[in-house]
C-alpha cells in the first residue's frame, strides 16, 4: 500500500506538538506507510508535510470504472451485498479489509442523495492497517451525522412540504417537569438475549464465521444473526436516526476470531449493544431493529433488507416524523442549555476514555502480571518446604514443611484466581464503558445538528429583517427548529436516565465482585494459616 495516494474523508485535527498530520476532507494524500499500527498510516499531504493520519478517516484512489455489464449486474445485487459470500476474515482493526475488485463492494456514499451504490469495480477502496489485537482503539468509528444545507426543496428546516409520515413511523416527545423533554415511549419494554456462538462454514468449509443466537423476550424465537449482520444493522441506524447517538458495535478484529476467549467477549460486548438498543424508547421500537430480531425466514430477511436500505424516511426526512407540542420554546434559554451539555460531553469524554484504559489495563496485569508475581511467591514458600526437609533433626518437620507447602500453594491458587477474575469485574466494566464511550464520541454530532438549526434561524431572522424572507417561512423554521431541539433535549434525558439506572448497577456489580475476589484471597490465606496450628 505504500506509495499509493488516498483521499481524505473527513476532517482530523492533529495533536498540537506531536506526528499527527492534521488533514482536510477531499484532500489527497500520499501513503508512506499503512502498517504503523493503532489504526494509523503515515503519509504527506499536497505541501510535503509529512505525519501520521487515521486510516479510517481516507480512502485509497483507484482509477477504474465499472463495465455495462458489471454495472448491469450490480443493479441487479443492489442490497445483497450483506447476503454475499463475504465473511467476517475481513475484519481488521476500525477499518475495513482490502477486498479483490470483482468482489462486490460499497462505493463512496452520494453527498446529496445519501444513497449507497454497488458495483464489481471499485474506484475507491479503504487504506487498512495489519493492527494488532488491542481493546481501546485509539481512533473511534467516524459517525459522519448529518449536517444541515438545503438540497432543492429536500431541506428539513427551508422545506416548504410537510412529509405525511405513517403512524407506525411516528415518534412522539412529551415535555416533563423543569422543562425537559422525554421520548414517550410504546408497548410493554423487552429484552433480548445473546447466546450460543458457534463457527459455522459454507462453500465446502472454504468461509468460515460466526453465528450468535438471539432470542427476544417478547416471542422467546431464536433468530441466527453475524457480526457482519449486525454490521449492516448498525450502518441502518446511523442513517436513519441522525438525532439519536448510536451505541458502538466490538471493534473488528484480523486475527484470533475463532478463539474461544475472543468469540465469548465479543458475545458480551454484542449483548451490551442489544441491551442498550432494546432499553432506548425509540431504537427498540424501530422498523428495522425488529426486523433484525424477529426475522427467521431467508426469503423475508432479505426483502425487509432491501426495503431497509431503500428507506426514504432517514436522515434530516425523519424530522417529519417527530411530533411534539406546537408551543414555542425560549430560545436563548436551550441555547444555553444546549452549550452547558456540549461542555458536560466534551468533559465527560476523556474521563470515560481513562477508566476504559484502566479497566483494561488491570485486566492484563490481572491475568499476566499479578498471577506471575502470585505464584512466584508461591513457588518461593513451596521451595523453602523442600529445603527444610533436607534436615533429619528438625522437630515436627513433617507439619511445618507441609504448612509451608500449603502456604506455597495457597498462593499459586491466589495467582489463578487473578487470572480468572477480570471475566467478572474489569472486562465487564471495561464492556459497558466500550458503549458509552461511543455514545459520548457521537453526541457532539447531534449536538451540532441543533446548533447548525439555530444558526440557519439567525440567519433567516436577518432575511426577514432585510425583507428578503417572508415571517411566515420564519415562523415554520422556528417550529422546526424547536423539533430539533426537544429531539436533543429527549436524547439528553435518555442518557441522564441510563446514566442513572445502568451505570449505577454496572459499578455495583463490579464492586461486588471485587468484595468477592478479595474474599476468596482472604479464605486461602486463611486456610493456609490454620495449616500451622499445632
Same mark, same amino acid.
Given at each position: 500500500?505504500?506509495?499509493?495516494?488516498?483521499?481524505?474523508?473527513?476532517?482530523?485535527?492533529?495533536?498540537?506538538?506531536?506526528?499527527?498530520?492534521?488533514?482536510?476532507?477531499?484532500?489527497?494524500?500520499?501513503?508512506?506507510?499503512?502498517?504503523?499500527?493503532?489504526?494509523?498510516?503515515?503519509?504527506?499531504?499536497?505541501?510535503?508535510?509529512?505525519?501520521?493520519?487515521?486510516?479510517?478517516?481516507?480512502?485509497?484512489?483507484?482509477?477504474?470504472?465499472?463495465?455495462?455489464?458489471?454495472?448491469?449486474?450490480?443493479?441487479?445485487?443492489?442490497?445483497?451485498?450483506?447476503?454475499?459470500?463475504?465473511?467476517?476474515?475481513?475484519?481488521?482493526?476500525?477499518?475495513?479489509?482490502?477486498?479483490?475488485?470483482?468482489?462486490?463492494?460499497?462505493?463512496?456514499?452520494?453527498?446529496?442523495?445519501?444513497?449507497?451504490?454497488?458495483?464489481?469495480?471499485?474506484?475507491?477502496?479503504?487504506?487498512?492497517?495489519?493492527?494488532?489485537?488491542?481493546?481501546?482503539?485509539?481512533? @473511534? +468509528? =467516524?459517525?459522519? *451525522?448529518?449536517?444541515?444545507? /438545503? $438540497?432543492?426543496?429536500?431541506?428539513? #428546516?427551508?422545506?416548504?412540504? &410537510?412529509?405525511?409520515?405513517?403512524?407506525?413511523?411516528?415518534?412522539?416527545?412529551?415535555?416533563?417537569?423543569?422543562?425537559?423533554?422525554?421520548?414517550?415511549?410504546?408497548?410493554?419494554?423487552?429484552?433480548?438475549?445473546?447466546?450460543? @456462538? +458457534? =463457527?459455522?462454514? *459454507?462453500?465446502?468449509?472454504? /468461509? $468460515?464465521?460466526?453465528?450468535?443466537? #438471539?432470542?427476544?423476550?417478547? &416471542?422467546?424465537?431464536?433468530?441466527?444473526?453475524?457480526?457482519k449482520h449486525f454490521d449492516?444493522?448498525?450502518?441502518?441506524?446511523?442513517?436513519?436516526?441522525?438525532?439519536?447517538?448510536?451505541?458502538?458495535?466490538?471493534?473488528?478484529?484480523?486475527?484470533?476470531?475463532?478463539?474461544?476467549?475472543?468469540?465469548?467477549?465479543?458475545?458480551?460486548?454484542?449483548?451490551?449493544?442489544?441491551?442498550?438498543?432494546?432499553?432506548?424508547?425509540?431504537?427498540?421500537?424501530?422498523?428495522?431493529?425488529?426486523?433484525?430480531?424477529?426475522?427467521?425466514?431467508?426469503?423475508?430477511?432479505?426483502?425487509?433488507?432491501?426495503?431497509?436500505?431503500?428507506?426514504?424516511?432517514?436522515?434530516?426526512?425523519?424530522?417529519?416524523?417527530?411530533?411534539?407540542?406546537?408551543?414555542?420554546?425560549?430560545?436563548?434559554?436551550?441555547?444555553?442549555?444546549?452549550?452547558?451539555?456540549?461542555?458536560?460531553?466534551?468533559?465527560?469524554?476523556?474521563?470515560?476514555?481513562?477508566?476504559?484504559?484502566?479497566?483494561?489495563?488491570?485486566?492484563?496485569?490481572?491475568?499476566?502480571?499479578?498471577?506471575?508475581?502470585?505464584?512466584?511467591?508461591?513457588?518461593?514458600?513451596?521451595?523453602?518446604?523442600?529445603?527444610?526437609e533436607a534436615d533429619d533433626?528438625?522437630?515436627?518437620?513433617?507439619?511445618?514443611?507441609?504448612?509451608?507447602?500449603?502456604?506455597?500453594?495457597?498462593?499459586?491458587?491466589?495467582?489463578?484466581?487473578?487470572?480468572?477474575?477480570?471475566?467478572?469485574?474489569?472486562?465487564?466494566?471495561?464492556?459497558?464503558?466500550?458503549?458509552?464511550?461511543?455514545?459520548?464520541?457521537?453526541?457532539?454530532?447531534?449536538?451540532?445538528?441543533?446548533?447548525?438549526?439555530?444558526?440557519?434561524?439567525?440567519?433567516?431572522?436577518?432575511?426577514?429583517?432585510?425583507?428578503?424572507?417572508?415571517?411566515?417561512?420564519?415562523?415554520?423554521?422556528?417550529?422546526?427548529?424547536?423539533?430539533?431541539?426537544?429531539?436533543l433535549g429527549a436524547e439528553?434525558?435518555?442518557?441522564?436516565?441510563?446514566?442513572?439506572?445502568?451505570?449505577?448497577?454496572?459499578?455495583?456489580?463490579?464492586?461486588?465482585?471485587?468484595?468477592?475476589?478479595?474474599?476468596?484471597?482472604?479464605?486461602?490465606?486463611?486456610?493456609?494459616?490454620?495449616?500451622?496450628?499445632?
Amino acid at each position: 500500500m505504500d506509495g499509493r495516494q488516498v483521499r481524505a474523508l473527513y476532517d482530523f485535527s492533529g495533536e498540537p506538538g506531536s506526528a499527527e498530520l492534521s488533514i482536510i476532507a477531499g484532500e489527497v494524500l500520499t501513503v508512506m506507510r499503512d502498517n504503523v499500527g493503532d489504526g494509523w498510516c503515515e503519509g504527506f499531504n499536497s505541501v510535503g508535510k509529512s505525519g501520521l493520519f487515521p486510516a479510517a478517516y481516507v480512502q485509497i484512489i483507484e482509477a477504474t470504472a465499472p463495465t455495462t455489464a458489471n454495472a448491469a449486474n450490480s443493479q441487479q445485487n443492489t442490497g445483497d451485498f450483506w447476503d454475499d459470500d463475504w465473511d467476517d476474515d475481513s475484519e481488521v482493526g476500525q477499518t475495513q479489509a482490502y477486498v479483490p475488485p470483482l468482489q462486490q463492494q460499497p462505493s463512496v456514499q452520494s453527498a446529496q442523495s445519501g444513497s449507497i451504490e454497488y458495483s464489481d469495480s471499485v474506484s475507491l477502496q479503504t487504506v487498512h492497517s495489519v493492527i494488532p489485537d488491542r481493546a481501546i482503539p485509539s481512533i @473511534p +468509528k =467516524k459517525n459522519n *451525522k448529518f449536517t444541515f444545507s /438545503k $438540497s432543492g426543496e429536500d431541506g428539513y #428546516l427551508l422545506s416548504c412540504k &410537510n412529509i405525511t409520515v405513517p403512524e407506525s413511523e411516528q415518534i412522539f416527545i412529551e415535555e416533563i417537569e423543569n422543562g425537559q423533554f422525554q421520548w414517550v415511549s410504546t408497548g410493554e419494554s423487552y429484552n433480548c438475549v445473546v447466546t450460543s @456462538p +458457534k =463457527k459455522e462454514s *459454507k462453500l465446502k468449509g472454504l /468461509k $468460515s464465521f460466526i453465528v450468535y443466537q #438471539l432470542t427476544p423476550t417478547f &416471542n422467546n424465537i431464536q433468530v441466527s444473526r453475524r457480526y457482519k449482520h449486525f454490521d449492516w444493522l448498525h450502518e441502518r441506524l446511523e442513517e436513519k436516526f441522525i438525532f439519536i447517538p448510536i451505541p458502538p458495535l466490538p471493534d473488528k478484529q484480523i486475527s484470533g476470531r475463532y478463539e474461544e476467549q475472543f468469540i465469548e467477549h465479543r458475545r458480551t460486548q454484542l449483548q451490551e449493544f442489544v441491551d442498550y438498543v432494546c432499553r432506548h424508547p425509540v431504537l427498540s421500537k424501530s422498523r428495522v431493529w425488529q426486523h433484525f430480531i424477529t426475522c427467521t425466514d431467508e426469503k423475508r430477511w432479505k426483502q425487509g433488507k432491501r426495503q431497509a436500505e431503500k428507506e426514504e424516511l432517514l436522515g434530516d426526512t425523519y424530522f417529519h416524523g417527530i411530533k411534539c407540542p406546537d408551543s414555542p420554546l425560549d430560545a436563548i434559554k436551550i441555547e444555553f442549555q444546549t452549550d452547558a451539555f456540549s461542555r458536560f460531553i466534551a468533559g465527560l469524554d476523556p474521563v470515560v476514555k481513562s477508566l476504559m484504559a484502566m479497566a483494561t489495563d488491570q485486566a492484563k496485569k490481572h491475568q499476566q502480571l499479578y498471577k506471575r508475581e502470585f505464584q512466584k511467591v508461591g513457588q518461593c514458600f513451596h521451595a523453602l518446604g523442600h529445603a527444610l526437609e533436607a534436615d533429619d533433626s528438625t522437630r515436627n518437620r513433617t507439619q511445618l514443611n507441609q504448612a509451608l507447602k500449603n502456604t506455597g500453594e495457597a498462593y499459586n491458587e491466589i495467582g489463578k484466581l487473578y487470572e480468572e477474575q477480570p471475566k467478572y469485574d474489569w472486562e465487564p466494566l471495561a464492556d459497558k464503558f466500550h458503549i458509552y464511550r461511543g455514545i459520548i464520541n457521537n453526541f457532539p454530532d447531534v449536538i451540532n445538528i441543533h446548533k447548525s438549526a439555530v444558526q440557519k434561524r439567525k440567519d433567516c431572522e436577518r432575511l426577514v429583517t432585510e425583507r428578503k424572507m417572508e415571517a411566515q417561512q420564519l415562523q415554520e423554521l422556528n417550529h422546526r427548529t424547536d423539533v430539533i431541539a426537544r429531539a436533543l433535549g429527549a436524547e439528553e434525558t435518555h442518557f441522564q436516565s441510563e446514566r442513572e439506572i445502568h451505570i449505577n448497577q454496572a459499578i455495583k456489580n463490579h464492586l461486588v465482585e471485587q468484595i468477592n475476589f478479595y474474599q476468596k484471597i482472604v479464605n486461602k490465606l486463611q486456610e493456609a494459616l490454620n495449616s500451622f496450628d499445632v
